[in-house]
């Protein structure tokens, strides 16, 4: 499955859109680089044919970018140049749709099509690969790390997989045909998934064991919920066109909200540190807004393309999408520019800033 082909609403696949109706070298060790040799850091020329689904940014400032061929980029720089490796599968370059490390940044996961799993044990510089269970054959789209010994990872047929043992061993749960694109931890012991049909997915045991919270079911109208975030004791799912709910009890209850701007989609959320209980939205044709105090107000990206991840750190921010689109921001996400050498589109007076 390619999530950078363009079924519907700007293109974003696997199971995301296309059931929505909207939008180096292996050797037998496993062991994993850039062909032959790690090519030198370099500013990103405009890339516009090639998706990026995920990124993350360490502790130390290294933003690592992963995207369609198994593409990853990294970046010590914040984004000025990158290092780049494509990671073959076999004889396959299979996409990569999401990238998360533990909070020191020491170990990271990438997952990805074909129930791919690969771990970094040195900041992301190399990666090994880890075998997801033998019945794993759909994509992998979520990564989420507790720690350098519990991740779990969610994605097409409601395929959920988790490790105790930092990735020796992965244990399956299936919570029915159902795609999931969103997956995250509060704490050590409550998780939460996100994905087609309304559903939301709850392990209260670390990931032992998942159950439907609510939605789920084929058999029923609904829409999808593309990414979740938690921000204390409250959260905010997002969904198809403006769609969304928000928790104010750690996820026991839900009510709708609209948090809808002309009808578009967002597809990745992050919490963001300041001001404290503040998210980052953005999505479709690059649409954007900073959801505080539950007041929606929207940013200009200067793109149109599909926005599919951000991140944030304490000292900048990076949002990755579709055609090339790679964004950097100094100010929390208020004014964007670009990392790869497209021009952006206007976003006012304080856009080049």
């Known amino acids: 499955m ?7 609403t700007e293109g974003l696949t696997p199971a995301w859109i296309a059931l929505c109706a909207c939008v180096c070298f292996i ?10 040799g790690a090519q030198p850091s370099t500013a990103q ?10 990124v993350s940014i360490l502790p130390s400032g290294r933003a690592v970018v992963v995207g369609d061929k198994g593409v990853i980029m990294i970046s010590d720089n914040q984004g000025q140049t990158w290092a780049r490796q494509q990671i073959k599968h076999g004889v396959k370059y299979d996409d990569l749709y999401s990238v ?16 791919i799993i690969y771990h970094s044990s040195d900041h992301g510089t190399t990666w090994i690969e880890q075998k997801a269970p033998a019945a794993v054959t759909g994509a992998l789209i979520k990564v989420a790390v507790v720690d350098a010994q519990k991740v779990c990872a969610g994605g097409d047929h409601g395929t959920i997989v988790c490790t105790t043992d930092g990735g020796a061993n992965w244990s399956l749960q ?7 694109f969103d997956m995250t931890f509060t704490d050590a012991d409550n998780g939460w998934a996100v994905g087609e049909f309304l559903a939301i997915v709850h392990t209260a045991d670390g990931g032992k064991s998942w159950k439907i919270q609510s939605g789920g079911d084929r058999m029923k109208s609904g829409d999808p919920y593309f990414a979740i975030a938690f921000a204390g ?3 905010v799912v997002v969904g198809l066109a403006g769609s969304a709910l928000e928790t104010s009890d750690d996820g026991a209850t839900w009510k709708p909200v609209d948090l809808s701007i002309e009808h578009k989609s967002f597809y990745a959320i992050a919490a963001l540190a300041k001001p404290a209980g503040a998210y ?3 999505g479709e044709t690059g649409v954007a807004a900073q959801l505080a105090g539950g007041q929606l107000t929207p940013v200009q990206t200067g793109t149109s393309n599909a926005i599919s991840a951000v991140a944030f750190s304490d000292r900048f921010a990076m949002a990755v999408g579709l055609s090339g689109t790679l964004l950097g921001s100094n100010d929390g996400g208020q004014h964007w520019h670009s990392l790869d050498n497209q021009a952006l589109e206007n976003q006012g007076q304080d856009a080049d800033k």
């Not at 299936?174 to 999931?180: A, C, Q, R, T, W």
């Open 2 to 8: 390619n999530r950078g082909q363009n079924r519907g």
């Open 27 to 36: 050797a037998l060790s496993g062991v994993v680089a850039a062909a032959p």
């Open 45 to 54: 020329p405009d890339r516009s044919w090639e998706n990026y689904f995920g």
């Open 100 to 115: 998360a490390f533990t909070a020191d940044g020491s170990s990271g996961w990438v997952v990805g099509d074909n129930g």
């Open 174 to 180: 299936n919570i029915g045909d159902i795609g999931l």
């Open 233 to 235: 004791h409250d959260g």
């Open 280 to 282: 980052y939205l953005a």
